[in-house]
Each structure stands twice: as structure tokens, then as C-alpha cells.
């Protein structure tokens, strides 16, 4: 069995706000939205072993945060689109073009099946969860789930849809509804698993602050 992992990647307020009106809570947070695609595009360094096919990493979604992300950036660039909704009936097609399409599948768990039939996917890519909070929280409740990108926004922005999760400032652990005890990573240790130097500290934008962090979870 291939272990396959998933990454949940979000920014949320510190009552882990994530969403308003079918979109993001705030505006113009650039350099948080180029972080985010940056992370969920670069591959590891490990390489896929079979030859020619240009390995990508995959993110999955559910249909509203597919629904929201405007049309020109769809499917994200760079990276296998799979999108989830209780309307795909059929099976998700063998070959896509990644470049102009997104598989399409019935559950997290067909989402998953399907990156584990594809072998070049299974074997050398990260396998993102980017939201909502329907399907962040349907992959908090599997073992696969082993880490948080977490974005925390330091202003108190109005949201109607929360990070099924609370990742506390203060205590450095976590508990979720769903098992297991989350810790706060180090940068290194962000800076390592992305393989990117991460921007320490608080950081602002567009007058909202804001820290990229990492959390774990600990059996
Ligand atoms: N995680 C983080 N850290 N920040 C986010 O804004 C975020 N957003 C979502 C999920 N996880 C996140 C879901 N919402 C795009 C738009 C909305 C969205 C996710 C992605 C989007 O258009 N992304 C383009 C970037 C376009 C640009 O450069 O402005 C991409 O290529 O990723």
C-alpha cells in the first residue's frame, strides 16, 4: 500500500474563520494567495521514477471552493485539480488533460483512490486538501491527514464558514473533535517540508496581519 498524505492547506482568522458568502473573508492578501500557490505547486525533490511524465502535485476541493476561485485561475495551474461533489455519479475518467480540466469524483475517499491508481501521482507528489470546510473536515477524520498549513489571519474578519479545527495561539497543542493531539511545527521544520525559506514572523499586507505556520499531528 502506497501511504499517501494529506496536507490540509488554509488560512483562517484566530477563531478559524476561512470563508464568507461563498468566498474568502478578506481581500488582497497577495502574497498569502502567491504563497499558497507556490507551496501547493513545487514538487519534491524526490523524483518520479518512470521517465517522461511531468510528475504535479494534486489538490483536492470540494464544489463551492471550485465554485470560488475566479474562472481564469481555473483548473489551478500547475497542479492535478480534483474536485468533489455528491452529483459525480461516474466514475472519474482515466486520462485527463490537468492543463484544462479537473477529475471529477463522488467522495474524499474516490479522491483518494483515484491518486493511488495513478501511479506517477501516488509515487512522487504532495496531495493537497484545500477546502471548505465540508472536506477539511471529512479528511480530518482520516489517518492520512497528517499535516496543517495553517495561515493565521490576525484580524478579526465577519465569516459564515470555519476551519473544523481549532489550532490554538496560546498552548502549542491542539485538540480536534477527531482524535489525535496537533503540535506547532518549527520554521526549519516548515522551511524543510516545503522546501522553500518561509517569511518568519508576523507579516502584513493590505493592512491585515498574518504568520505562515506548520502543525502536526502526533499519534
Ligand atoms: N490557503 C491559503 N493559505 N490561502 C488561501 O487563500 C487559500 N484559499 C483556498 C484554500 N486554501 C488556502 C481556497 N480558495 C485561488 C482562489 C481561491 C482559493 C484558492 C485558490 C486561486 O485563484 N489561486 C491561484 C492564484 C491566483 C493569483 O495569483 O492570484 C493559484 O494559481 O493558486
Known amino acids: 500500500m502506497l501511504p499517501l498524505e494529506l496536507t490540509l492547506v488554509v488560512a483562517a482568522t484566530r477563531n478559524m474563520g476561512i470563508g464568507r458568502n461563498g468566498t474568502l473573508p478578506w481581500t488582497g492578501l497577495k502574497k498569502e494567495m502567491a504563497y499558497f500557490a507556490r507551496v501547493t505547486k513545487r514538487l519534491p525533490s524526490v523524483l518520479n521514477r518512470d521517465g517522461n511524465t511531468p510528475a504535479m502535485n494534486a489538490v ?9 476561485i475566479p474562472p ?54 504532495k496531495v493537497f486538501v484545500i477546502g471548505g470546510a465540508q472536506i477539511y473536515a471529512s479528511a480530518l477524520q482520516l489517518k492520512e491527514a497528517r499535516r496543517v498549513l495553517l495561515t493565521r489571519v490576525m484580524s478579526d474578519f465577519e465569516c459564515d ?19 489525535g493531539r496537533w503540535v506547532r511545527k518549527s520554521k526549519e521544520d516548515l522551511d524543510q517540508w516545503t522546501g522553500e525559506t518561509v517569511p518568519e514572523g508576523i507579516q502584513e499586507e493590505n493592512q491585515t496581519q498574518y504568520e505562515f505556520q506548520m502543525w502536526e499531528r502526533v499519534e
Do not use: C
Not at 470540494?62 to 470560488?68: I, Y
Open 60 to 68: 483536492i476541493m470540494g464544489r463551492k471552493t471550485w465554485d470560488s
Open 161 to 179: 464558514t470555519f476551519f473544523p479545527l481549532q489550532l490554538s495561539e496560546d498552548s502549542s497543542e491542539a485538540k480536534g473533535d477527531n482524535a
Open 72 to 125: 481564469k485561475f481555473r483548473p489551478l495551474k500547475g497542479r492535478l485539480n480534483i474536485v468533489i461533489s455528491r452529483s459525480h455519479t461516474e466514475p472519474p475518467a482515466k486520462q485527463i488533460n490537468a492543463e484544462t480540466e479537473a477529475v471529477k469524483v463522488g467522495s474524499l475517499e474516490q479522491a483518494i483512490q483515484y491518486l493511488e491508481s495513478s501511479s506517477t501521482i501516488a509515487q512522487s507528489s
